[in-house]
């Protein structure tokens, strides 16, 4: 066989010339069209899903004060939630809802600009919540919902007595769900990586996972709120600006087990983005 039509191996990954490159290329470009008409597919039947009114009365605080679920619309038609995991117990914000939360201000000027209002709820004091914000340098709006049912109505707050039972609903399942339940046992038994990832919030891993991600999607319309969609989960994926930028990266997400590898981002102690650098990725 000719050299240029030799494939070869190196670090276990194929190497080829630049019109094999090619053929490749395209075939992985027809499944990305069926990728893209199939999502617009589905985008289409998340907006059909009916919708559910919301009498229920929930007053949230605000950097303007008590507001109602109807007042984070701010004017807009339609609403969009980030429930952001940070628990009253917690000391700083879940650090994978801080990823995903980087970047909600540069998507909020435009969602704004279209009739959707952005904006994420959290259990936690507001108090927490502005120091928080002050410190990850965000600026969208973020509602404290500690003292109503919001979060335990939309299931991502779990009571200690749920966790215990397993008497639970998350992510549509209902029961045990293993993420959430069952938590409470012995510390030699808790993942290494959540131990982790519970310490940099101040809590331990039974506190932590008493929250849990997700967004939900409400109208409002004729003075009545309407919740439309909710989603947890992988079903966070597509707005984790993060990821889908990986996902078009040679190594992918390139993770290893639970391995907690990303931090805040004003965490890192090396790269163009630490306190220690000038932003210069040549620094």
């Given at each position: 066989?000719?050299?240029?039509?030799?494939i070869h191996e190196i670090n276990n990954h194929k190497v080829a010339t630049e019109n094999e490159w090619l053929e490749a290329r395209l075939e992985l470009l027809k499944a990305e069209k069926e990728l893209t008409r199939h999502s617009d597919k589905v985008a289409q039947l998340r907006q059909q899903l009916p919708w559910v009114r919301l009498d229920k009365e929930y007053i949230f605080e605000t950097d303007e004060g008590k507001v109602s679920l109807a007042d984070l619309f701010c004017g807009r038609s339609q609403l969009l939630i980030y429930h952001?995991?940070?628990?009253?117990?917690?000391?700083?914000?879940?650090p994978s809802c801080s990823s995903i939360a980087d970047g909600?201000?540069?998507f909020a000027v435009h969602l704004a600009n279209h009739d959707v209002m952005l904006a994420a709820v959290s259990r936690a004091p507001l108090v927490k919540l502005q120091e928080y914000k002050q410190r990850m340098g965000w600026s969208f709006p973020w509602a404290s919902s500690l003292g109503n049912d919001f979060n335990y109505d939309f299931n991502v707050s779990f009571?200690?007595?749920?966790?215990?039972?397993?008497?639970?609903?998350?992510?549509y399942?209902?029961?045990?769900?293993?993420?959430?339940?069952?938590?409470?046992?012995?510390?030699?038994?808790?993942?290494?990586?959540?131990?982790?990832?519970?310490?940099?919030?101040?809590?331990?891993?039974?506190?932590?996972?008493?929250?849990?991600?997700?967004?939900?999607?409400?109208?409002?319309?004729?003075?009545?709120?309407?919740?439309?969609?909710?989603?947890?989960?992988?079903?966070?994926?597509?707005?984790?600006?993060?990821?889908?930028?990986?996902?078009?990266?040679?190594?992918?997400?390139?993770?290893?087990?639970?391995?907690?590898?990303?931090?805040?981002?004003?965490?890192?102690?090396?790269?163009?983005?630490?306190?220690?650098?000038?932003?210069?990725?040549?620094?």
């Open positions: 066989m000719e050299h240029n039509k030799e952001f995991m940070f628990g009253p117990e917690y000391t700083a914000g879940c909600f201000d540069g009571t200690e007595e749920q966790q215990r039972s397993g008497a639970l609903a998350y992510n399942r209902t029961g045990n769900v293993s993420s959430r339940t069952n938590e409470i046992k012995a510390v030699e038994q808790v993942p290494e990586a959540g131990k982790k990832i519970a310490a940099t919030t101040g809590t331990d891993w039974p506190i932590y996972t008493r929250e849990a991600p997700g967004m939900s999607a409400f109208v409002l319309k004729d003075g009545v709120v309407y919740h439309t969609y909710s989603t947890y989960e992988r079903g966070l994926d597509g707005l984790w600006g993060m990821y889908q930028w990986l996902d078009r990266a040679p190594l992918g997400r390139n993770e290893a087990g639970n391995t907690i590898w990303f931090s805040r981002h004003d965490e890192y102690e090396n790269g163009p983005n630490s306190k220690s650098k000038s932003g210069s990725c040549c620094s």
